[in-house]
């Protein structure tokens, strides 16, 4: 059974940090393509962000470019996201998802998600 068990989101001042971690299991880490999505209360789910099953691709909406970093560690089967700057607009859950092939930003495209983190960006 392929799980993904996302986690780090929490409250946070604007202009702050955090880096959210997707541990993932029950799949060939190594051979899947993982993106990192949110939604908005009363919003559709939104891509944030993906990489390619070999770390050396990735894409960024454009309204994280510059602050939102996505990285991969297959060693220990978890990807990560760092966002710095964050804006009261980045309030959302989190979620990770996994798919087999290349790196997309539509999330109709993965077939594997995790039950997401809320990250909540208030003074």
């Known amino acids: 059974e392929v799980q993904l068990q996302a986690s780090g989101g929490g409250l946070v001042q604007p202009g702050g940090s955090l880096r959210l971690s997707c541990a993932a299991s029950g799949l060939d880490f190594d051979d899947h393509a993982f993106g990192w999505f949110r939604q908005a209360p009363g919003k559709e789910r939104e891509a944030v962000s993906c990489i390619s099953s070999r770390g050396d691709t990735s894409y960024y909406a454009d309204f994280v470019k510059g602050r939102f970093i996505i990285s991969r560690d297959d060693a220990k089967n978890t990807l990560y996201l760092q966002m710095d700057s964050l804006k009261p607009e980045d309030t959302a859950v989190y979620y990770c998802?996994?798919?087999?092939?290349?790196?997309?930003?539509?999330?109709?495209?993965?077939?594997?998600w995790g039950q997401g983190t809320q990250v909540t960006v208030s003074s």
């Open positions: 998802a996994a798919r087999w092939g290349l790196p997309l930003m539509d999330p109709e495209s993965y077939d594997y």
